[in-house]
């Protein structure tokens, strides 16, 4: 379906600024609310996890620079996992990076974005400073992954190919809705939002070509945007009301023409009544990430852990050929060369060849495997010359990010592994129990258990939480001061 112009207004825009308006935390099904805590714990362990890494260090100083960052406390928010505050937008900003800085979280994947990266920080530090119930917040944040998760679908992974991250692009929109939500914008101010954060959107994929940190910026960027173009909107500010739909709407703009032929407007509201009721959720179909890469890699990695597991010898391997979608190849396959030698270790997140000798040598792929030590490793690197990718025809992507493994052995016989549907897939989903015990793993590699176990108690009974202010208190703690002091009356009042 092609991407023309609709005459006013927007329905998607219409649509989703409806749903969002209605939504009534009391009315969606237990077990999406419950995931959608469980999302946001992970979100939450992602950046816990990342505490002590030099891009979180490095941005939190950063940050810090920015001029205006030195304000009263009494006007300023938290940082995960930081002591120091900062103002509120400068701290939505730096909890952005930190949620997604590991490439530790979630993707919906219909879409190919991160939604709850840019989502929840733009909730998180504007919820507390407004001391909103748990329950406001969580409300916000459904929102905000359903009609995220809708716009990016439009667009059938047309974006990534015209150069965009939709993270930052379709982040802008959904943060958004969601702070438009969280203020209480009537449905024509949620239009407005949208309008206003059309002007606002962006996210350039070309850190791939070297592996440079800009991508870790593109959530909290679209956070802040969304904050701005909500609260434009609640003071009124004039905007498009077609930003999805007019001639220099989202997707003309952000696609040429042949990926204009292929986007699917219905795919903006489906499963969204003329009441604004949802009768679907999209929040369902949002992977959890078991391995901190690329999500585009993770089937070809976990078939490789199981042929490890089957005992390959590896010493012995002459080839290995990676069948995977056409729709990745850009993003961690190529250039084929560069892949085959990462340098940093965001260059080993997007990089095929590591995952899978990863996988093969070591039967893990963790957050170990990402140190210098690691995709250093001159095994390692031998074996990653030897591994190839070809474009796989039966690939169900983005449905599904397919990957098969084809080993080829020096006395001429081959092992053959395929992954058709990813591990973390709805299809195939992490449970419940297994997100929190990645939280507790992320969570205490630099603060003490008691610690972690108190942040998963209070974001799992976030609907019941009086305050979003306490778990603030909670989160923006450093690693080395003592966790303050909760208990579960005062989480459950």
């Avoid at 019941?464 to 002091?485: F, I, Q």
């Amino acid at each position: 379906m092609t991407a023309t112009t609709d005459p006013r207004p927007d329905r998607i825009a219409t649509t989703l600024a409806g749903f969002t308006h209605r939504l009534r935390l009391g009315e969606v099904p237990a077990e999406v609310s419950l995931r959608a805590r469980h999302l946001m714990l992970d979100a939450i362990g992602c950046a816990l996890a990342a505490r002590q890494e030099d891009f979180a260090l490095r941005f939190e100083k950063a940050v810090h620079a920015l001029p205006g960052a030195n304000v009263p406390a009494a006007c300023t928010a938290g940082a995960i996992g930081f002591a120091r505050r900062l103002p509120l937008r400068d701290a939505v900003l730096l909890n952005g990076v930190l949620t997604h800085g590991l490439d530790y979280d979630d993707t919906h994947m219909a879409g190919v974005l991160h939604l709850s990266v840019s989502v929840l920080p733009s909730l998180f530090s504007l919820a507390a400073a407004n001391d909103a119930s748990g329950a406001d917040m969580l409300a916000a944040y459904i929102a905000g992954l359903e009609t995220g998760a809708r716009i990016a679908s439009v667009a059938r992974s047309g974006f990534h190919g015209q150069g965009f991250h939709p993270t930052g692009v379709v982040g802008a929109f959904a943060s958004a809705l969601a702070v438009g939500r969280l203020l209480g914008l009537d449905a024509d101010a949620l239009v407005a939002a949208q309008g206003v954060a059309l002007s606002l959107a962006s996210g350039s994929l070309q850190f791939i070509e070297d592996g440079s940190w800009t991508k870790r910026i593109h959530p909290g960027w679209a956070a802040n945007a969304g904050l701005t173009a909500a609260t434009f909107a609640q003071q009124g500010i004039p905007a498009p009301d077609a930003p999805y739909t007019g001639r220099y709407g989202l997707f003309r703009s952000y696609l040429d023409a042949t990926r204009q032929a292929q986007v699917d407007m219905a795919l903006g509201t489906a499963g969204i009544g003329a009441d604004g009721r949802a009768s679907t959720w999209e929040l369902d179909n949002i992977a959890v990430k078991p391995f901190p890469m690329c999500h585009f890699v993770h089937a070809s990695a976990d078939a490789a852990i199981t042929l490890h597991r089957n005992g390959i010898d590896v010493a012995r391997i002459r080839s290995v050929e990676v069948a995977v979608p056409a729709g990745v190849v850009q993003s961690v396959c190529e250039p084929l060369a560069a892949k085959q030698r990462p340098t940093s270790d965001y260059e080993a997140k997007f990089s095929l060849p590591y995952a899978v000798a990863s996988g093969l040598l070591r039967g893990r792929l963790g957050l170990k495997e990402l140190e210098p030590a690691a995709f250093g490793d001159a095994t390692v690197r031998a074996l990653m010359q030897r591994i190839h990718y070809v474009e796989d025809p039966a690939s169900t992507f983005p449905r599904h990010y397919t990957g098969e493994v084809r080993v080829e052995m020096e006395d001429g016989s081959t092992q053959v592994q395929r992954e058709p549907i990813n591990r973390g897939h709805a299809e195939r989903p992490l449970t419940n129990d297994e997100v929190r015990e990645k939280f507790m793993d992320n969570a205490t590699l630099w603060f003490p258990r008691s610690h972690a176990e108190a942040v998963c108690e209070q974001v799992l009974a976030l609907d019941k939480l009086p305050s979003v202010r306490t778990l603030e208190s909670l989160l923006a703690t450093d690693p080395s001061m003592p966790a303050p002091a909760t208990t579960s009356a005062a989480v459950m009042h």
